[in-house]
């Protein structure tokens, strides 16, 4: 495929050397860049209780937390490295975190370039894989602080590789580590479910089957679930349908800006996951995923037992999306709960790739594709060094005009942080008061230098401040108050403004 390029497999084991390196090295040197997610300190919360339990068996505490049903794997992994490494100042335990949370990415995407490898057998595809992954503005930015949507999109990947290696060779050692890894999945979002239920079905439509370890595989699944979520620990079956009910149902209702008007999260309409991704994902790995899913149908309908990896995709892409709109599932702020059919989603694009080359007659067609291919990443790329680090408020054309008008932007506050910096760098008052439309400002103190964030004193009354920040979260028009000093563009779009009161 890529050999049109006249380039040997040697050549791209070589290239995804050199990019697995640049790539760490750049999440090493930038993972320090970023502001605090909004679920930031909610998520600490959740490894601490959990940690606690299993420390201390603080029952009381795990069940009174409203949180409990959150997949704690990770946070608990999180909290434990914290607590290993003795980090107490909240400026480093959040920047641990970080490091953490794209070590984990780094290493999911190692493996998305395994799994394109072991599916195409080809070195080339596999890098490809690998490069539109950390290519997609807002997967690549959530990679350094999303602890739940990342790490699950991360484990998505890890699982589905040795789903292909447990069916292939259908040991019982490898049904022990794909159970570890469904289980570690299903521990961090519930939806992890879906990939045990694909593997069982690929199990049994294939020819070649050993029972045994499938049932090694089944057993040792929901023994790795109930190890890795304490709260199971204490009513496996109660519990489990517990999360399970909230994962539908999420019960905290908020306003969102969609399409330029606003809608209840508890009562999204149908369209709202779907648009989100085709507004927030790069225009050619859209045509390529359209591509891949014209071929996916047609070859599955006409060889259906050659197409078994296509229908594990199609099913891990499809099924959390209809899903979330058949039960009417609460989600926030666009599709980064769904993230972890992503993958699935560039698979698709990637096997429309590999399916529509071999097709095309005119030997400069093929060409022209790969060209494309290569020119649409340059420019995504371009856009992320450009708008670092906030490659999160990425949109494409189809978002259309005044973006600000019709779609939340830096939904999460991050870049309050650049707007706390910019105060504390030009403002040399002992104390400086801030207000701000979210409390998510207040959170960013926590990123701040224990030196400088003394200077700093939240207050919920604009009157009494020093300085207003906004991230326009439920004012999308620009302020009429105060004296702009300071603003944080992404394109064309403004997303956050430091107004000078008194």
């Not at 750049?26 to 679920?39: I, K, R």
């Not at 794997?73 to 949370?101: D, M, P, Q």
């Not at 997609?136 to 739940?148: A, L, Q």
């Not at 019982?172 to 794909?178: D, K, R, S, T, Y």
Request: glycine residues 4%; charged residues 15%; hydrophobic residues 50%.
């Amino acid at each position: 495929m890529l050999q049109l390029l006249n380039f040997s497999e040697k050549f791209f084991k070589r290239a995804a050397l050199v990019f697995f390196i640049g790539l760490f090295a750049v999440g090493c040197f930038t993972f320090s860049d970023y502001g605090l997610f909004v679920d930031e300190a909610a998520q600490h919360n959740i490894g601490e209780v959990n940690y606690n339990f299993i420390k201390n068996g603080n029952t009381k505490e795990l069940l009174a937390c409203d949180d409990k049903y959150h997949g704690p794997a990770f946070e608990i992994f999180l909290y434990a490295a914290e607590k290993l490494v003795n980090v107490t100042e909240v400026r480093s335990v959040f920047l641990l975190r970080h490091a953490l949370n794209f070590l984990v990415f780094f290493i999911g995407t190692y493996f998305f370039y395994l799994l394109g490898f072991k599916l195409f057998k080809s070195r080339g595809i596999g890098l490809l894989c690998s490069v539109l992954l950390v290519a997609s503005p807002r997967i690549y930015s959530d990679s350094f602080y999303d602890s739940k949507d990342l790490i699950m999109l991360s484990l998505c990947i890890i699982s589905t590789y040795t789903t292909f290696l447990f069916l292939e060779r259908q040991t019982i050692w490898l049904a022990l580590i794909h159970a570890l890894c469904c289980g570690l999945t299903i521990d961090v979002r519930i939806m992890g479910l879906l990939i045990p239920i694909a593997t069982i079905y690929l199990f049994v439509m294939q020819k070649n089957k050993r029972i045994i370890p499938l049932l090694f595989f089944v057993s040792y699944t929901l023994l790795f679930t109930i190890a890795f979520w304490p709260v199971l620990w204490i009513n496996p079956v109660l519990h489990f349908i517990g999360a399970f009910k909230q994962m539908s149902h999420f019960p905290q209702p908020i306003s969102m800006l969609y399409r330029g008007g606003y809608v209840s999260t508890m009562q999204l309409p149908w369209h709202y996951l779907p648009f989100w991704l085709l507004i927030s994902t790069p225009l050619f790995y859209i045509l390529l995923f359209f591509t891949g899913l014209f071929f996916a149908v047609k070859n599955t309908l006409q060889q259906f037992l050659n197409t078994l990896h296509i229908q594990f995709f199609l099913f891990m892409f499809a099924t959390p999306i209809m899903a979330v709109i058949i039960l009417n599932s609460t989600v926030y702020d666009s599709w980064h709960h769904v993230f972890f059919v992503y993958p699935y989603f560039l698979l698709i694009a990637v096997y429309g790739f590999t399916e529509l080359i071999p097709t095309l007659k005119n030997k400069s067609i093929p060409k022209i594709i790969i060209y494309s291919t290569i020119l649409s990443i340059a420019f995504t790329l371009t856009f992320m060094i450009v708008n670092h680090p906030f490659q999160n408020v990425y949109f494409n054309l189809l978002a259309g005009k005044n973006v600000r008008e019709n779609f939340e932007l830096d939904y999460a506050g991050m870049s309050y942080r650049q707007g706390l910096e910019y105060i504390l760098a030009n403002d040399k008052s002992p104390t400086i008061h801030i207000a701000a439309t979210l409390g998510e400002c207040q959170l960013n103190f926590s990123i701040i230098p224990a030196e400088d964030r003394k200077r700093l004193f939240w207050t919920d009354n604009p009157e009494t401040a020093n300085y207003y920040l906004s991230n326009f979260r439920w004012h999308p028009t620009d302020y009429k108050t105060g004296t702009s000093v300071f603003q944080v563009n992404v394109g064309n779009e403004k997303i956050m403004e430091v107004l000078k009161l008194r």
